[in-house]
């Protein structure tokens, strides 16, 4: 059963669309290598169709059968000349093959490719309520293996396909051509195997898109489990995992041997029915050789035909079972690709009043999560931050410090209420515009399979490497870059996992200075640091916060101690507000997490 997906993604999407018909917007731009291909199949097919004419008037020839000089395919050719005329059309047929393979492989390949970059784009613009639902472990399971199978149909079985069917109907019109009498006895026998083979392909239809939903279950809770490796290894929980996983494997593999028995079972019914006719047919037809109304040349022109046509019926069952597949994986790929974002570019957005400086205000905004609406994460919150103003957001956990973080940057749209930067409605600002403004450091540090120079340029791809490493040098980057074997081109691994918890959020701090953005977010920006470190990295926040809007999230109330104010949130509201002096000698929710924290009674 199909994995549940995100309700972006619309029930009765996979209903409408016609499978690899949809497929046409990525095949239209090459549609002169396609039409090229078609014609390459054509000359290839009519190649092969004239081989068996050339047998029967070789044979015909050999055997002192030809009616007269003239006549047959190849007139008053030498029994040499017939040979060197056979040996031409095999070598016509072998170039226009090697030609349609080549072709149809670079339209398969380059059309998956162009399908993987879409998918892969429309992902990374989905708004994080889309993996909500959805595992990463699921869209990567699409993105290579049901792209593999797309691109196996496109590059390969429709052409394979294509060419038995012209194999089959040419063969078909041939043996009418050859003799009619026969013609009429296969085409009654092969009518009866029509509905069984279109019945058993509906089912292997139904089987593929299962097998693929239970490899994809597989790959997600196997990119899941690889990307937690140290936790799982800390609590000793490997060989439940590696049950986990082969219980999924197991489940992947019963329904492809499923899968795969129904084809079986389909290709067994048709090539016995098929052969079984068609040997049959060839009874029929010796007989008449014997009593002298066909020639030798015609049956065997016949034979060669029939054969022609069982072994074009034989990979039309194959390529419609690897068809089937492709549509089941199609439906799976246009599912994504179809997904609209739950945050929307406006239609015309508006210019940023004053880009270099950040003012911003929340007018009665409440916020429900998609997932939990009966619970608003944010009620009726007014807050105005003035252009270079720091604050402070503070309060317990769920109170909803980093939803107001999700909320500026637009990963979710408010319920109600507005959100204004300088003034203008987010909702109304180009998200690339709107997100170009705002530098954030996350609570869990994101380090990329790069080196550590690349890592923090990422925060402004054109900035040189001595702005880098300026950079480098406010976060104390340089303390333990200068001490890793090739410096700032050292390899960080995969989720920098060569770095310290420390390092890696030295790294993320880095990369927020070097975008320079007028307006700052930290959160919990120094909670993996010792109080050594967390001292030299806060001197060189403060030099970066100087002229821009910094708003902080922090649990430790010793790093907010010089903001200029503190917010302090509970329950989705505001319930105090002030200078941090100030709030410590009042009695309300930041005096009582500052006793706790400083032991001040």
């Not at 050719?77 to 670079?106: D, E, M, P």
């Not at 403060?542 to 917010?567: D, F």
Request: proline share 4%; charged share 20%; with cysteine.
């Amino acid at each position: 059963m199909p994995i549940a997906t995100p309700t972006s993604i619309r029930p009765d999407a996979a209903r409408r669309l016609s499978s690899l018909w949809d497929l046409w917007p990525f095949l239209r731009p090459y549609r002169g290598r396609i039409a090229q291909a078609f014609v390459l199949l054509c000359l290839g097919s009519g190649t092969i169709l004239l081989v068996p004419l050339a047998f029967r008037d070789l044979i015909d020839f050999g055997f002192g059968q030809r009616q007269s000089a003239g006549g047959g395919l190849l007139g008053t050719l030498s029994l040499n000349g017939h040979f060197a005329a056979l040996f031409g059309l095999a070598c016509l047929w072998a170039l226009s093959v090697a030609a349609r393979y080549y072709t149809v492989t670079w339209v398969g390949e380059r059309v998956t490719a162009d399908l993987r970059s879409a998918v892969y784009a429309r992902m990374l613009g989905q708004s994080p309520q889309f993996f909500e639902t959805l595992q990463t472990g699921e869209v990567l399971s699409r993105l290579t293996g049901d792209t593999t199978l797309i691109q196996t149909v496109i590059g390969s079985s429709i052409s394979m396909g294509l060419r038995s069917l012209f194999q089959f109907v040419g063969g078909m019109i041939m043996l009418a051509v050859t003799s009619f009498y026969l013609f009429s006895l296969n085409v009654g026998l092969m009518a009866l195997l029509a509905l069984p083979i279109f019945a058993i392909g509906r089912k292997v239809k139904k089987l593929s898109r299962e097998s693929q939903d239970k490899i994809a279950d597989a790959s997600a809770l196997a990119g899941e489990i690889l990307n937690a490796v140290p936790t799982v290894q800390a609590y000793t929980q490997e060989p439940r995992e590696t049950r986990r996983f082969a219980d999924r494997a197991e489940v992947s593999f019963k329904t492809a041997i499923r899968r795969t028995r129904v084809r079986a079972a389909l290709t067994a019914l048709i090539i016995t029915a098929v052969m079984g006719s068609i040997i049959f047919v060839l009874w029929i037809g010796a007989k008449q050789v014997h009593e002298g109304s066909m020639t030798g040349g015609q049956l065997a022109s016949f034979v060669l035909y029939a054969v022609l046509v069982a072994g074009g019926v034989g990979t039309m069952a194959e390529v419609w079972g690897d068809v089937m597949r492709a549509a089941g994986a199609t439906e799976r790929l246009l599912e994504l690709l179809n997904a609209r974002p739950t945050v929307v570019e406006a239609a015309a957005p508006q210019a940023l009043p004053q880009p270099g400086k950040a003012e911003i205000r929340f007018e009665n905004v409440t916020f429900r999560y998609p997932s939990q609406m009966q619970t608003a994460a944010l009620d009726e919150i007014s807050l105005h931050i003035a252009p270079g103003e720091s604050v402070a957001l503070v309060g317990p956990s769920g109170a909803g410090k980093t939803t107001l973080f999700q909320l500026l940057l637009r990963f979710y749209d408010v319920t109600n209420g507005t959100i204004r930067f300088n003034g203008q409605d987010i909702r109304q600002l180009s998200l690339h515009e709107l997100r170009d403004k705002i530098a954030i450091v996350p609570q869990d540090s994101v380090i990329f399979s790069a080196n550590a120079l690349e890592n923090i340029r990422y925060g402004r791809p054109t900035a040189s490497d001595e702005e880098v490493m300026a950079a480098a040098r406010l976060a104390q980057v340089e303390e333990f870059i200068n001490r890793l074997p090739e410096g700032y081109r050292t390899f960080l691994g995969e989720r920098g996992t060569r770095l310290s918890g420390g390092q890696r959020q030295r790294i993320a701090i880095a990369r927020a200075i070097l975008k320079n953005a007028p307006l700052l977010l930290l959160d919990e920006a120094t909670s993996a640091l010792d109080a050594e470190s967390e001292i030299l990295v806060q001197q060189g926040l403060n030099a970066a916060m100087q002229g821009r809007t910094t708003i902080v999230i922090a649990h430790r109330l010793a790093t907010v101690k010089k903001v200029g104010r503190i917010i302090v949130l509970e329950h989705g509201r505001i319930v105090e507000t002030g200078a941090p002096e100030d709030l410590r000698k009042q009695s309300g929710l930041y005096a009582r997490l500052a006793r706790l924290q400083f032991d001040v009674e």
